[in-house]
């Protein structure tokens, strides 16, 4: 989007906070190393979401496609998730990763949803399918199984023995848009980390914001002391970021992916 113009350069003297708090980790992305134009909303961590009463022994992304479990498994659409968590059954490492290894994964993913092993493609609404039984296993999000399995003591998130994916969604400002300062101003008032507990508290993701832990401590030890809201290095040791595609090899794989998904 930035690349085709559609997105404005932001004015750092309105985002102190930004400046002052964003965890190291997200400071400079390969796709923004400046933080020119984006800041991070929200981050989170891609792996499985369990029934644990119905599929106990689900621990790696490839029990996914064991056919015990045809018909009762959801995928979710987000291709940066998906393929490369199916890179990573394939034994894939994804730092040496081509397109025919993206290519490859998706025809895994399309020989299962054709051969039913896989219920539906879906978005988060895989909590439905989770909640009444239909669906006993999901690639899915941290935060929703935080929010899920405090109403469902059946539901569990669960780092795959392969690792999972790291993530970040970000708040950019498109270019034309009536009033930059204030979507500044706002970006500013969430990166202040007692506005910023009051989130996290809430949405149960991980946050990018320093200094928040600290004062969750003082309102709710419980999310504070959350591996999937603030997972630490030895956690998330086997985890990746999704590998950056160049603008063809993306065209390529993702008229791949869509093709499967909308099947």
Request: glycine share 6%.
């Amino acid at each position: 989007m930035y690349d085709l113009g559609y997105l404005q350069n932001l004015d750092k003297s309105g985002l102190p906070n930004v400046e002052k708090n964003l965890v190291s980790n997200l400071q400079h992305p390969s796709f923004d190393p400046d933080r020119s134009f984006s800041v991070p909303w929200q981050s989170g961590l891609t792996g499985l979401i369990v029934r644990t009463d119905l599929a106990p022994d689900v621990k790696s992304v490839c029990d996914l496609f064991d056919p015990k479990y045809k018909g009762k498994v959801d995928i979710i659409t987000e291709l940066p998730d998906t393929v490369p968590l199916t890179m990573k059954c394939m034994g894939v490492n994804l730092d040496d990763a081509t397109v025919d290894d993206w290519l490859a994964a998706i025809d895994k993913l399309k020989e299962a949803a054709d051969s039913g092993q896989i219920r539906r493609f879906t978005g988060n609404d895989y909590a439905r399918d989770l909640t009444s039984g239909d669906a006993v296993a999901v690639n899915g999000w941290s935060g929703d199984a935080v929010q899920l399995q405090a109403d469902n003591k059946n539901i569990e998130w669960r780092m795959p023995t392969e690792g999972c994916m790291l993530f970040s969604d970000n708040m950019v400002i498109p270019v034309g848009a009536p009033n930059p300062t204030a979507s500044e101003a706002f970006m500013n008032y969430v990166y202040d980390p007692k506005n910023q507990a009051q989130i996290e508290d809430y949405v149960n993701y991980v946050t990018p914001v320093e200094g928040t832990k600290e004062e969750l401590l003082k309102q709710d030890p419980e999310v504070a002391n959350n591996q999937l809201i603030f997972p630490d290095e030895k956690f998330t040791a086997k985890c990746d970021v999704a590998p950056t595609l160049s603008a063809d090899e993306l065209q390529q794989v993702t008229k791949a992916f869509d093709a499967v998904i909308s099947g």
